[in-house]
Nanobody, 115 residues
Framework: QVQLVESGGGLVQPGGSLRLSCAAS????????MGWYRQALGKQRELVAT???????NYADFVQGRFTVSRDNAKKTVDLQMNNLKLEDTTVYYC?????????WGQGTQVTVSS
């Protein structure tokens, strides 16, 4: 059983920054992929950024250098630093963690970009 606890969402003005954090706990021996997805109402969940155990990152095209994903293997955490946020970044963001038994998802954290 894996528990994922997310934090860091909230309200920010366009051009502002937020940092999302996710901590994994439970019966975990090895974490493989970690990262963040997002899902707007009525749309499919989409990749934002992922990072492998060895630090290889993958970003969605819409990130355009604005976000940085990082992880701490010892602490079992993954963060997403989001800069220069745009109105269209408003949605729910989900932490994603893959272990040997499969994928695990956080409960989601709301990010709202509004002036």
């Amino acid at each position: 059983q894996v528990q994922l606890v997310e934090s860091g969402g909230g309200l920010v003005q366009p051009g502002g920054s937020l940092r999302l954090s996710c901590a994994a706990s439970g019966t975990i021996f090895t974490i493989y992929g970690m990262g963040w997805y997002r899902q707007a109402l009525g749309k499919q969940r989409e990749l934002v950024a992922t990072i492998t155990r060895t630090g290889t990152t993958n970003y969605a095209d819409f990130v355009q250098g604005r976000f940085t994903v990082s992880r701490d293997n010892a602490k079992k955490t993954v963060d997403l630093q989001m800069n220069n946020l745009k109105l269209e970044d408003t949605t729910v963001y989900y932490c994603w963690v893959t272990i040997i038994t499969g994928e695990n998802w956080g409960q989601g954290t709301q990010v709202t970009v509004s002036s």
